[in-house]
């Protein structure tokens, strides 16, 4: 199954071994991202290191092997969806994921709740997830 993966699933696997983490590296899922939300972690590595125990090292080498998992999409190849997307995001901010959505047309997963306010793309979180 296809699945656009939003940057606080990422994150959260980033910060602690979690069942996202396990899900994350099922062969069941093929995941996909903007490319921007990994330059986003590498530009925030303080912050998270601060929220985790993982070294450094560890961070990097992390975030080296969940960049070779998640597919990244350039910003570029989403342009021609990007004004469907902007109407069904709830904040600009997850635009990107949504025109992501569309293109591949695929679910988005995510644990913000805020983007089930639309009925265009499907949202699972991640114990909606499990059941799949």
Known sequence: MDFVVDANVVFAVLIKDSF???LLFSEKYHLFTPEYVFTEFQKHKEEILDKTERTTE??????????RRI????LEELTEYVEEAEKLSPDPKDMAYF???LKLNCAIWSNDKKLKEQDKVKVYPTHELIKL
């Open 20 to 22: 996202s983490y396990h």
């Open 58 to 67: 560890d961070f990097f080498r992390l975030l080296e092997i969940l960049k």
């Open 71 to 74: 597919t990244l999409v350039p």
């Open 99 to 101: 025109a992501l959505a």
